[in-house]
């Protein structure tokens, strides 16, 4: 590969064979920088710029997106904040990391900015745990913004109650990280179906190698039944620069996988582009 024209942590150079709507959102991307602080117990990431990230939207044909403070650096959301200043609330939104009882003037300046959302990563526990959830969905409903979940099946079914009450939208990360066989057996399915079907849930479409790091494709029967059963709720990302994982894909062939999840080409249109601008706030189009 040329040099110069390869983007950082993703392989290839073609763009992708999907068509791609006109208003498409990357839901889900990170940006890095090797000389900011990782909290304790945090992962440190090579550094995988804004600049990066927009060339690599370039190749992909896509217009907006949507940054998410990663676990890395913990509440320290000012990497991200900073990036999204530089993109701009016409091109992007972010989803930030707050404790509930965090201070209602850095709320306030935090949406101004063009935050709509907290996300609470449970996989790693960093910073927020379990407990926090019900408090956060309180914060969350307060200021109208969604809380994002990142979460294993098994954790998603533990908070089952706290989820189905939850007075603010909630968006599962990554599938839910439901399992690739029997999925519609697990307990976390009915807990996503209630509240997909009730308009107050969605699904990210992202990161499908966290399921199958050898075949993410093998994700297709589970998007595919995600899609049916809530297309209006469905949401797509690239989860740049792909920290969890274990080989860098070919984000053009990842969203090329949305044709098969998703095979008619008005439901795949809304997936890219109509239902992030509900539920990001975007201007249509």
Not at 122 to 137: E, W
Request: aromatic share 6%.
């Amino acid at each position: 590969m040329d040099d110069a024209a390869r983007i950082p942590f993703t392989e290839g150079l073609d763009p992708p064979r999907l068509a791609v709507p006109p208003g498409a959102v990357d839901c889900h991307h990170h940006v890095y920088d090797a000389a900011w602080p990782v909290v304790p117990g945090g992962r440190p990431h090579g550094s995988a710029m804004l600049a990066d990230h927009a060339r690599l939207l370039a190749r992909l044909g896509v217009q907006r997106h949507v940054l998410v403070q990663p676990s890395s650096y913990g509440l320290d959301n000012e990497g991200h904040l900073d990036a999204l200043r530089q993109a701009g609330t016409g091109r992007a939104r972010m989803v930030a990391v707050v404790r509930p009882e965090a201070d209602a003037g850095l709320l306030r300046d935090m949406a101004e900015a063009g935050v709509v959302g907290a996300r609470a990563n449970l996989v790693q526990g960093i910073p927020l745990s379990a407990a926090d959830v019900a408090p956060l969905a309180r914060r969350m409903a307060d200021l109208g913004w969604h809380l994002q979940i990142f979460a294993t099946a098994e954790m998603i079914a533990d908070l089952a109650p706290v989820l189905r009450a939850a007075p603010c939208p909630v968006v599962f990360d990554h599938f839910g990280q439901l399992p690739l066989e029997g999925w519609a057996a697990h307990p976390a399915w009915a807990v996503m179906m209630d509240l997909l079907q009730a308009g107050r849930g969605w699904v990210k479409l992202s990161s499908p190698y966290s399921l199958d790091q050898a075949r993410p494709a093998a994700v297709t029967p589970l998007a595919q039944a995600l899609v049916t059963a809530a297309p209006e709720r469905m949401v797509w990302g690239t989860n740049w620069p792909h920290p969890n994982a274990t080989t860098i894909p070919d984000d053009a062939a990842l969203l090329d996988l949305l044709a098969d999840w998703a095979p008619e080409t008005a439901v795949r249109d809304a997936i890219l582009a109509a239902n992030p601008a509900r539920l990001y706030g975007f201007a249509p189009g």
